[in-house]
C-alpha cells in the first residue's frame, strides 16, 4: 500500500487502489471486506483483479449496511462484468455449485463514483473528487 | 479438503431438503427496492389466507424488516406447496437519507427511517444465507434489470443452490419489457405479472406448486 495519499502529496485528486489477485488469495473473507471498505471510506477507488465470492459479496452488503451513518458514509458503489452465461465452469464446478469469482470488481463510495455504461466487456465510471 | 469440505456441505443440504419434505418451505421475496415485493406477497397471502403481510409504499424501503407469514397453502394443476412466505426488505449497497426528504419527509424521520433501512438489507442478506429454502426474485419489468445488485444478489442466490423463480413484475405498465428481463438472466424461468392488478396470477401459483413444491 503507498505511504502518502493523494492528499498528502498536495495534489486533489482520486486515490486509485489495484489489487492483484495474488495480494487478495491468502486474506480472510474479513480482511477482504476491511481492506475494501477502509479504502472506500477513505474515498479511494479500490480496484480487485479477481473480485470476491457470492459469499464475501453477500458480506459485505451486509458490512456496508452497518457502517452507514448520515452525511458521512452513504454506502459503495460496485461493479463487476456481467457473468458470461457462456463462461466455463467444470463439470465438478457445476456439481458443487462453485463459480468462478475471477471478474474484474470496481468498488467507490456511493456518493463519488457513477456507472456511465457496462457490459460484458466494458465498464465506463464517472469518479469525482470528495 | 476444500473439495472434500464442499462435497460434504452439499450433500447435507440435500438430504436436509429431503428430509424436511413435510415442513413449510420458507420462500424469501428478494428484489431491489420499489420492485412491488411486498405487494407480490401481499397479494398471495391474501389469496391464500385472506390477510396480509405489510404496507405498501411508493416510497423506497418500506419494508424495513423482514415480515414472514406463515403456512400458505397453494395448490394448482393438482400439485400442493405449503410455504412461509418471507417478505424482505429491497437490497442495495446504498443509502442516502436525503433521497427520502424528496418524500416530504423531515430530517429526522428520513435518517431514521435510512437507519432502519441498512437494518433491514443486513438482515434480508442473512435471511438468504441462512434460513430460506428457495426464492422469489422480483424484478420491475420497466426498469433494466442488469444492475450490479441484480447481478450479485442471483449470483448469491445461485450459490447456495437454492431454486428461484424470476418475476417480471408491473407488466400493467406501458413501459414494461419482460423480454429484457428473460434475456437478462436465461438460465431462469421468468414468470410475467403485475401483482398490483392480479394479472397472471394463475401462472405465477402453478409455478410457485411447481418449483417449490
Same mark, same amino acid.
Given at each position: 500500500?503507498?505511504?502518502?495519499?493523494?492528499?498528502?502529496?498536495?495534489?486533489?485528486?482520486?486515490?486509485?487502489?489495484?489489487?492483484?489477485?495474488?495480494?487478495?488469495?491468502?486474506?480472510?473473507?474479513?480482511?477482504?471486506?476491511?481492506?475494501?471498505?477502509?479504502?472506500?471510506?477513505?474515498?479511494?477507488?479500490?480496484?480487485?483483479?479477481?473480485?470476491?465470492?457470492?459469499?464475501?459479496?453477500?458480506?459485505?452488503?451486509?458490512?456496508?449496511?452497518?457502517?452507514?451513518?448520515?452525511?458521512?458514509?452513504?454506502?459503495?458503489?460496485?461493479?463487476?462484468?456481467?457473468?458470461?452465461?457462456?463462461?466455463?465452469?467444470?463439470?465438478?464446478?457445476?456439481?458443487?455449485?462453485?463459480?468462478?469469482?475471477?471478474?474484474?470488481?470496481?468498488? !467507490?463510495?456511493?456518493?463519488?463514483?457513477?456507472?456511465?455504461?457496462?457490459?460484458?466487456?466494458?465498464?465506463?465510471?464517472?469518479?469525482?473528487?470528495? | 479438503?476444500?473439495?472434500?469440505?464442499?462435497?460434504?456441505?452439499?450433500?447435507?443440504?440435500?438430504?436436509?431438503?429431503?428430509?424436511?419434505?413435510?415442513?413449510?418451505?420458507?420462500?424469501?421475496?428478494?428484489?431491489?427496492?420499489?420492485?412491488?415485493?411486498?405487494?407480490?406477497?401481499?397479494?398471495?397471502?391474501?389469496?391464500?389466507?385472506?390477510?396480509?403481510?405489510?404496507?405498501?409504499?411508493?416510497?423506497?424501503?418500506?419494508?424495513?424488516?423482514?415480515?414472514?407469514?406463515?403456512?400458505?397453502?397453494?395448490?394448482?394443476?393438482?400439485?400442493?406447496?405449503?410455504?412461509?412466505?418471507?417478505?424482505?426488505?429491497?437490497?442495495?449497497?446504498?443509502?442516502?437519507?436525503?433521497?427520502?426528504?424528496?418524500?416530504?419527509?423531515?430530517?429526522?424521520?428520513?435518517?431514521?427511517?435510512?437507519?432502519?433501512?441498512?437494518? !433491514?438489507?443486513?438482515?434480508?442478506?442473512?435471511?438468504?444465507?441462512?434460513?430460506?429454502?428457495?426464492?422469489?426474485?422480483?424484478?420491475?419489468?420497466?426498469?433494466?434489470?442488469?444492475?450490479?445488485?441484480?447481478?450479485?444478489?442471483? !449470483?448469491?442466490?445461485?450459490?447456495?443452490?437454492?431454486?428461484?423463480?424470476?418475476?417480471?413484475?408491473?407488466?400493467?405498465?406501458?413501459?414494461?419489457?419482460?423480454?429484457?428481463?428473460?434475456?437478462?438472466?436465461?438460465?431462469?424461468?421468468?414468470?410475467?405479472?403485475?401483482?398490483?392488478? !392480479?394479472?397472471?396470477?394463475?401462472?405465477?401459483?402453478?409455478?410457485?406448486?411447481?418449483?417449490?413444491?
Amino acid at each position: 500500500m503507498p505511504e502518502a495519499t493523494a492528499s498528502d502529496n498536495g495534489t486533489d485528486g482520486v486515490q486509485i487502489d489495484l489489487f492483484s489477485g495474488n495480494r487478495m488469495a491468502n486474506l480472510t473473507s474479513m480482511e477482504k471486506i476491511r481492506l475494501i471498505l477502509d479504502g472506500v471510506r477513505d474515498g479511494n477507488i479500490v480496484i480487485l483483479e479477481e473480485g470476491l465470492s457470492p459469499d464475501e459479496e453477500s458480506k459485505l452488503i451486509e458490512v456496508t449496511m452497518a457502517e452507514i451513518s448520515p452525511d458521512e458514509f452513504n454506502g459503495i458503489e460496485i461493479e463487476t462484468y456481467p457473468r458470461s452465461q457462456t463462461a466455463d465452469q467444470s463439470f465438478l464446478d457445476r456439481l458443487m455449485g462453485r463459480q468462478s469469482t475471477q471478474k474484474l470488481t470496481v468498488i !467507490g463510495p456511493a456518493n463519488q463514483i457513477q456507472t456511465l455504461h457496462k457490459d460484458e466487456n466494458l465498464i465506463s465510471a464517472l469518479v469525482s473528487r470528495k | 479438503m476444500g473439495l472434500l469440505t464442499d462435497l460434504r456441505d452439499s450433500i447435507s443440504r440435500v438430504v436436509d431438503r429431503l428430509f424436511s419434505e413435510s415442513e413449510p418451505k420458507r420462500i424469501g421475496i428478494y428484489g431491489p427496492p420499489n420492485a412491488g415485493k411486498t405487494t407480490l406477497a401481499n397479494r398471495i397471502a391474501r389469496d391464500w389466507t385472506g390477510d396480509a403481510i405489510g404496507p405498501e409504499s411508493h416510497i423506497p424501503h418500506e419494508t424495513r424488516r423482514a415480515r414472514r407469514k406463515e403456512n400458505v397453502e397453494i395448490e394448482r394443476n393438482g400439485k400442493k406447496v405449503t410455504i412461509d412466505i418471507v417478505d424482505t426488505p429491497g437490497v442495495t449497497t446504498k443509502v442516502d437519507y436525503k433521497e427520502f426528504l424528496e418524500h416530504d419527509m423531515e430530517k429526522d424521520d428520513a435518517v431514521r427511517r435510512s437507519r432502519e433501512a441498512t437494518e !433491514g438489507v443486513a438482515e434480508a442478506m442473512h435471511w438468504l444465507r441462512e434460513d430460506v429454502d428457495g426464492v422469489i426474485y422480483v424484478l420491475d419489468s420497466t426498469k433494466d434489470p442488469i444492475s450490479q445488485v441484480n447481478t450479485m444478489l442471483i !449470483g448469491i442466490i445461485e450459490s447456495q443452490d437454492l431454486p428461484v423463480l424470476i418475476f417480471a413484475n408491473k407488466i400493467d405498465l406501458e413501459e414494461a419489457n419482460v423480454e429484457r428481463i428473460a434475456n437478462a438472466y436465461p438460465q431462469h424461468e421468468t414468470v410475467e405479472l403485475s401483482a398490483l392488478e !392480479g394479472e397472471n396470477m394463475d401462472e405465477v401459483y402453478a409455478k410457485i406448486a411447481e418449483y417449490f413444491a
